[in-house]
């Protein structure tokens, strides 16, 4: 085996090896993305539950809502977490109209954690 083959095949394994990390990268990515969106959907069907349960129409105003809807023993467990270290925000007390959010990431605005279709929401 000469220097030159070496040589060759140090460089295919070292693009592979690019190529590997370029992949996992835009994974990690995409599971970030998912988990976002999973925990703004989770939120979602709290608010939603939370105003059938108590008879309240999308547009009320319930003092206190974040936390009737996130805490130990409530609809949401715990306060969710960004993956991606974004951070969320709420609607206040408002109980948004269907189509609305009650909570959004900060990263959204860089059009990523997201959901695509807000119309079931």
Same mark, same amino acid.
């Given at each position: /085996? ?5 040589? #060759?095949? @140090? /460089?295919? /394994?070292?693009? #592979?090896?690019?190529?590997?990390? #370029? ?10 993305? !998912?988990?976002?969106?999973?925990? #703004? ?9 939370? &105003? ?5 129409? $999308? ?6 809502? *974040? &936390? ?8 949401? *467990?715990? /306060?969710?977490?960004?993956?991606? *270290? ?8 408002? @109980? $948004? ?10 990263? !959204?605005? *860089?059009?990523?954690?997201? $959901? ?6």
């Amino acid at each position: /085996m000469t220097l030159l083959e070496m040589t #060759l095949v @140090i /460089m295919i /394994m070292l693009s #592979l090896i690019g190529i590997l990390v #370029l992949g996992a990268n835009t994974w990690k990515k995409g599971s970030d993305r !998912a988990l976002c969106i999973m925990n #703004l959907q989770a939120v979602q069907k709290g608010v939603r539950s939370f &105003s059938n349960l108590n008879g309240y129409e $999308p547009g009320n105003v319930v003092a206190g809502l *974040e &936390s009737k809807i996130i805490g130990a023993g409530c609809f949401v *467990e715990s /306060m969710p977490v960004c993956p991606a *270290e974004g951070t969320y925000t709420s609607s206040g007390d408002l @109980i $948004p109209a269907p189509g609305a959010l009650y909570f959004s990431c900060s990263l !959204a605005d *860089e059009g990523e954690h997201q $959901p695509m279709d807000l119309e079931d929401w």
